[in-house]
């Protein structure tokens, strides 16, 4: 069965990095599948935040592209996400997720992460 | 972008009544839609796929219907464990986006 456990800082002063790392059990990532993140908060509902094919170019949202890095790191069987100079507007539970493909529906998720921006 | 906009935002039905829950998409769609279920506490399940397929080990009380812009997601004979919020997702284009949701609560 496979497992998706998100991991990192939940607090966060603005300006600073945002990272998380998801760690995955019960499924090789190099194997196949899309690996992403998504977010979830108060004000604006569920957001995709981006994704990777564990050999491929990741797929970033466009509203998030220019603060954006998603990697995976099949050694450690573990996908990362990187997003800078963030704000209180990302502050959200952030999701990590498995898809068949870019344009598919998810099918597995974590449990989710709590980030807090505030100073 | 393609917006998705779900009625209504709140929906009370009694157990054992039948609640219909809409989805609106600002272009068309093929089959590329889906609906997922969250409880508190907990990351959002996938229900349903390709409009009207149902995911491994969803009820049968749970269907999908629609086409071009417009979706339902039927739940039929309400139970006490479906009480939750339903959120309905395009995945016909990048970024994919989802519903702003639908609380399906007590009467």
């Known amino acids: 069965q496979v497992h998706l456990q998100e991991s990192g800082p939940g607090l966060l002063k603005p300006s600073e990095t945002l990272s998380l790392t998801c760690t995955v059990s019960?499924?090789?990532?190099?194997?196949?599948?899309?690996w992403g993140w998504i977010r979830q908060s108060p004000g604006k509902g569920l957001e995709y935040v981006g994704s990777i094919y564990h050999s491929g170019s990741p797929y970033y949202s466009p509203a998030l592209n220019s603060r954006l890095s998603i990697s995976v790191d099949t050694s450690k069987n573990q996908l990362s996400l990187k997003l800078t100079s963030v704000t209180a507007a990302d502050t959200a539970v952030y999701y990590c997720?498995?898809?068949?493909?870019?344009?598919?529906?998810?099918?597995?998720w974590g449990q989710g992460a709590l980030v807090t921006v505030s100073s | 972008e393609i917006v998705m906009v779900q009625s209504p935002a709140t929906l009370s039905v009694s157990p054992g009544e039948r609640a219909t829950l809409s989805c609106r998409a600002s272009q068309s769609l093929r089959s590329t839609v889906a609906w997922y279920q969250q409880k508190p506490g907990q990351a959002p399940k996938l229900l349903i796929y390709?409009?009207?397929s149902r995911a491994t080990g969803v009820p049968a009380r749970f269907s999908g219907s629609g086409s071009g812009t417009e979706f339902t997601l039927t739940i039929d004979s309400l139970q006490s464990q479906d009480f939750a919020v339903y959120y309905c997702?395009?995945?016909?284009?990048?970024?994919?986006?989802f519903g702003g949701g639908t609380k399906v609560e007590f009467k």
């Open positions: 390709a409009v009207s």
């Open positions: 997720v498995r898809k068949d493909t870019v344009v598919s529906p998810v099918e597995i």
């Open positions: 997702q395009q995945y016909n284009n990048w970024p994919l986006t």
């Open positions: 019960g499924y090789s990532i190099g194997s196949g599948f899309q």
